[in-house]
C-alpha cells in the first residue's frame, strides 16, 4: 500500500522559513518524480514544484528565488524548504507522486504565513 506522509508545517511570520518533509513508503522501486502541490482557501490546487530521480527540478514562477526541493533518493524522502514566506503562501501543502499511471497526494500539512 503506497503511502505518503508529510510534516512540517505550522505557523511562520511573513518573511521567516518552514521545511517540509514528505516520505513514500510501500514502494518497491526509488519514485522517479516527487512534487510538491497547494491548495489555499478558496482556491485550486496548483503545482508548487518537482524533482526527478537524479536531482532536476522545476518550480513554479511564484516560489522561485524562494523555495527549494529537494530529495533523499535512498528514502524517497522529498523536502520543500520554503524561504522568504508570505502571506500568500498559506495553503494547505500536498506531496504528490505517479505510479503506473495511479496518483498517490499524501494527507497534506498546514503552512499559515501571518502578516
Known amino acids: 500500500q503506497v503511502q505518503l506522509v508529510e510534516s512540517g508545517g505550522g505557523l511562520v511570520q511573513a518573511g521567516g522559513s518552514l521545511r517540509l518533509s514528505c516520505t513514500a513508503s510501500?514502494?518497491?522501486?526509488?519514485?522517479?518524480?516527487m512534487s510538491w502541490y497547494r491548495q489555499a482557501p478558496g482556491k485550486q490546487r496548483e503545482w508548487v514544484a518537482s524533482?526527478?530521480?537524479?536531482?532536476?527540478?522545476t518550480r513554479a514562477d511564484s516560489v522561485k528565488g524562494r523555495f527549494t526541493v529537494s530529495r533523499d533518493g535512498a528514502k524517497n524522502t522529498v523536502y520543500l524548504q520554503m524561504n522568504s514566506l508570505k502571506p500568500e503562501d498559506t495553503a494547505v501543502y500536498y506531496c504528490?507522486?505517479?505510479?503506473?499511471?495511479?496518483?498517490?497526494w499524501g494527507q497534506g500539512t498546514q503552512v499559515t504565513v501571518s502578516s
Open positions: 504528490y507522486i505517479r505510479i503506473l499511471w495511479t496518483d498517490y
Open positions: 510501500g514502494i518497491s522501486d526509488r519514485v522517479i518524480t
Open positions: 524533482i526527478g530521480s537524479f536531482g532536476s527540478t
